[in-house]
């Protein structure tokens, strides 16, 4: 059963304020406040507060919201949740942008339902920097190899990379990840594709480290949301 929620006002301004305060170019900093297991009325009401960028973790639970309602013609919608192959066709027809893509098999099915539905598919490479078995992306070597392959895609647009931070205390830990992915994508940006210049790295717990180290997209849910009263 999905949850009814709202933007939490007085956390979405302090949001806003360290934005302003750790980022080194706010203007470039776009919030994405995450509905995972919330309904529609969280899409509703991130776009009453002009959050025009929603992320979701599920393709099918994404289908079930948006099936019965429209989205405001600003809305992008984000798939931050890991993307199983037989959903890529319909991620392609739902999502604006897909920033989960952690495998070449998996660029190249994207490019080809792309291709299909005659769409450029925007992209973020998702990089993984732990060695946890559950954490999906490109570690560190393969991920100069997959922007390249993605290069040569014809409908693939990789506008960024994706990272998880480590469950950790550690601060410094945190920042060395987010550093870390920073200067993969500026490598990238400079040596392979002009059009990599994104990165969404900052969860709830640690988007003031990732802000810090150049985050352009914060994913925000817990934070940004809380419970509607009931009545």
Known sequence: ?????DINKK???KIQEDIQKHSPYPPTVRLIAVT????????????KNKINN???NKVQETKYKISQHLLNTTTKLHLIGHLQRNKVS???SIYNVIQSVDSIKLLNKINNSAIKQNKKQKIF???KNNKQISQSGFNKKEILEAAEHANQLSNIQTIGLMTIGPNTKNVEKIKKIFKQTKKIQQI???SIDRGCKYLSMGMSQDYIFALQEG????????KLFQKRDVK
């Open 215 to 222: 985050a352009t997209h914060l994913r925000i849910g817990t």
């Open 90 to 92: 319909l991620a392609v």
């Open 11 to 13: 956390s979405l301004k």
């Open 188 to 190: 990238i940006n400079s």
């Open 125 to 127: 490479l998702q990089i």
């Open 36 to 47: 995972k297991t919330f309904s529609y009325t969280s899409i509703q009401s991130a776009e």
């Open 54 to 56: 929603i992320g979701e």
């Open 1 to 5: 059963m999905l949850i009814d929620v």
